[in-house]
């Protein structure tokens, strides 16, 4: 992909609407950002259109119902200005909260549906999996080596500590074990291991 996209610019325009007053865990950051750099990442890949469309949406049926936006409401708006293929790559990237049977399930249990639910993804969803990893955890990292309380990061997050560095080692795992072939692997592998060994590092330095 090269030069201009009116489709990428109209789907930043999109999200950013839908992502409005949202920012990232624990910092001041537009939500936006995130999607965007997830962008990015894709675009560095040489990643087509819908694929890098879909990176950016990839949070919106997840993380932007609100009373004037029923979930239903959201994948009928991103098909309908997107495409089906779009939506498709989004839906297969996005958190469920119920089971096929209808029930609610735990932070854990969703992330279980979600690890099992990428056999069936299509190589488009592997790579805005993998992109959408890449960037969350190069930002816990950065965070992590710009503060003097590392606590004050993890605390961000439910799982804490050993739960969200498992939780990128097992996004890693389960595509390799899908034979998910590429480049972009080898990259979240690289910011899994720092994450890894940045955490124990920073255990053996406060005695933990």
Known sequence: MTGYSDRINHALA???KHHDRQVRKGTRLPYITHPANVAIILV???????????GI??????????????RD???????EKFGADVLATVLMVTHREVDDDGNEMDKEERNADYLARL????????????ADK???????????????????????FSAGKEGTIRWYRAVHDRLRQLAFQGAILDELRAVAEALEQYSDIGASQTGG
Request: net charge negative; proline share 1%.
């Open 14 to 16: 999109f999200a950013a």
């Open 73 to 79: 409401m959201l994948e009928e708006r991103i098909g």
């Open 134 to 156: 890449i960037h969350n955890a190069s930002a816990i990292l950065a965070d992590l080596r710009r503060t003097i309380d590392p606590e004050s990061v993890w605390g961000r």
């Open 57 to 70: 949406l990839h949070d919106v049926v997840e993380d932007c119902v609100s009373e004037h936006w029923s």
């Open 44 to 54: 560095r890949y040489g990643r087509d259109d819908d694929t890098v469309v879909a």
């Open 119 to 130: 056999s069936q993804a299509n190589d488009a969803a592997k790579w805005v999996c993998a």
